[in-house]
C-alpha cells in the first residue's frame, strides 16, 4: 500500500504544480524508480503555447507535431543585357536608335569605342531599353557595348559598319566660292561623290589625311547653288553613305580679265635684290607676277589696285608679265609681256627716286626735337598700314613677306600630282577617252599617214627638204672636210643630253625659284634615265636572243628637238598633265636585217616603252602620300615615267618618216593596231583632267574642226594622187 500511496502523492502534485509550473520539467519525478515517470514528460512541452487548458486531462493529452516554417527563396540572378539593334556587322549612317532587352530597373551604359557614355537608360517595365541620337564614328568594325552601371560584369557588345556622310569646306581655295571645283573632308580611302542641285557631279577618293577635292562635270552655270556629298568605301558597298548637308557655293566659271601692270614699265632697270610691282585688277583676286621663269611676287587686289615687293631674280633681262586668279580659283591670261632688265651696277642710279620716300624721314628730326619716344612710335606703326596703298617703295617693301611663299625642298610641284590612276575615280570619262582615241586615229595619224605616202611618191622618194638647199653651198664640200673633230666621252655627251632634256621638260609647267624645282630637275633626269635605258636595253636583248641581230644605239639631236617642242607645246596649250616625250636616241641595226625583222625590233620598242607606262601608272596608284622630300621625289620620278613613256609610245607609233610605227605598220598592220589603240586610250585617260576643260570652253569644238580639217586635205591629197593624176596622164 505504501507504493500506492507514493504515485497517488505523485498524480496529485502534478495536477496541482502543473497548471502553476507551466513549462517545468518535473526532475523529481525521475528520481523515482518507477517507469511511468518519464510518460508524463511530453505534457509540460503542450501546455507551453499560450492558450492551453488548465485542464490536468488536456495536459496529459499527446501533442501534435508542429509544422516547420517555409525556408526564404533567394531571388533569381539578374540576366546581361542584349542589343538588338542595330544587329551585329550591320551597316549604319547618320544617328541611330541602339535598342535592346534587360531587367526592368536596370541602369545600363552605351558606350562605343573609347570615351564617355553615349547616353544612360533605365530599362522599363516592359524590360525594353532605347538610346535615341547616338552618332558612332566610321569605320569597318565599329564597337557596340551595352553595360549594367551597377554590374560592369553584365554586359553585351558586337561591331557595325559605319560611315558617316563627308563634308564640303568650299571650292578650290576652300572658300564659298568656286570655278567649278570642290573639295572637303572624308573617310581615308572612300570615293566621294559631290552633287549639285543642278545634276552637274563629280567623284574623286580621299587621300590619307581625310582630305578630297574634285572639278565638276557637266554645265555649271555661275551663280549661287545647293550641293551635297556623299561617300562609299569597300566594307560599305553596295551601299553609301547617307548626302551631307547642303551647303551653298557661289560658281564662278568665267576667269578674270588679264591684270594691268603700270609699274614698273617697259625697259625699266631694276635691282636684283627688289623691284616694286604695282598696276589694276579685279577687287579680291591674287595677283603673281612672273619675270620669264621666276615667280617674282603676288598680291591681293584691293580697291582695284595691287603693289608688291619682288626679290631674287638673278641679273638679266626678262619678260615681264602678270596673272590674277580670283577668289573663285579662276585664273586669266597673261598680262601683255614687257622686258625689265634686273641688275646691280647699273640699277644702283635707280634708287634715287626712293628717296623720295625720304620726305617722311626728313621730318624725323623735327620730330624728335619735341619728343623723341613719341615719334618713334608713330612713325612705325603707321609704316605697315599704308604698305597695301602706293604711299611709299620702303611702306610697300614691308608686305611682300607676308605675301610671297619662299617655298621648300618639300614642296609639291606640277608632276607631283600629275597622273590620276583611273581606278581610284568613280566615274571615271571612259566614253569621252574613247572617242578621243578614235577621233585621233581617224582623223589625224590615219590622215598623217596618207599625206606622207602621197608626199612622197610625188617626189619619187627623195627627202622633202635637203641641207644644201636651205643653207646654200657656194664652196667645194672638200673645205669642211678638214675642220678639227671634237672628240667628247660619251657618258659625257648622254649626261649632257640628259640634263638638257630635263631642262626642257620642266619648261612644260610653271617653274618657280624654289628649291622644289631643283628636286624636279634631278626626278625628271631619273625618270629620262629609266626611260631611255628600257627603250634601248630591251630591243638590244631581243635582237640578240631572238633575232640573232647585232643592235646598237645612238643619240638622235633631233629627239631632242621633239622632246622640246612638245614640252613647250603643253605649256602653250596648258595642258596638266603635259604630253611629254622622253626618248633621247634610237636603235640601230646593220643592213642584214629584213622587213619584218626591223619591224618586229620596233614593235618591242613601243611595247617596252607602253609597258614601262602602264607598270609606273600602277605604282603611282599605291604610293603614299607625299610628305617629304624622298617621299615626293619618289612621286615625281614616277609620275614623269609615265607621262614620258606613254608619250613617247604615242609618238614613236605614228607612221610617218622613219619612225618604229612606220616599221611596224610595213610589217603587221594588226600588231600596229594592237599596240596604237591602247597607247592611245591611255594617254587620253591620262589627260582626262583637260576634258571639263576643253569642254567647257569650246576648245574641244575647235579641236575637232580642225582634225576633220586636215582629215579632209590629206585625204582629197592622196585621192587626187592615186585615182585623179592616172587618168590625167
Known sequence: MASYGVLLAALVGAVVVGPLAGAVTPASALTTETAPAPTAEPAPTESATPGASSSPWESLAPSEPETPEPAPTEPPAPAAPTIDSPGANAFVTGSLTVAGTGDPGQQIDVLSTGGAPLCTVTVDGSSAWQCPGVVLPSGPAVELRAVVTENPGLAAAHTVRVLQAPTVTGGSTGHSSSSGMVRGTGYPGATVTATLASGASCSFPVDASGVWACLLEGTVPSGAQQITASQQTSFSAPESSRASDPISLTFDV??????????????????????????RGENGAT????AGAYSVCSAVVSGGLWSCTGSGVANGSYDVRAVQQDAAGNVSAGSPAFRVTFGTATAAPAPAPTPTAAPPVVPAPTATAQPTPTSTPGSASPSPRPGVPEDGDDQAGAVPPELTVPGGWNDPTQFSTAVIPPWTVAQFPWLQAALLTLGALLLLVVPARLLAGTITRARDGRPVFRGHRLAGRNRAGEEFEVAPTLRVNRWVAYGGTVVAAAVFVLLSGPVSATPAYLRLLLAVALALVIVNTVATLVPQWWGSRALHIEVTTTILPRYLAVVAVTALASRLFELQPALLFGLLGSVVVGAGPGAAQRGQLAAIRAGSLFALGLAALLIVGTLPTADGFLSTLAAEVANTVVLASIGSAVLVLIPIGNTSGRSILAWSPP?????TVPAFLTLFTLLSPMLPRWTGTGSAVLLWVAAAGFAVVSVAAWAWQRFVLPGRR
Open 254 to 279: 568665267d576667269p578674270p580679265a588679264a591684270p594691268v601692270v603700270t609699274d614698273p614699265v617697259a625697259d625699266a632697270t631694276l635691282t636684283s635684290a627688289a623691284g616694286t610691282f604695282s598696276g
Open 287 to 290: 595677283v603673281t607676277v612672273f
Open 671 to 675: 600588231i600596229w593596231a594592237a599596240l
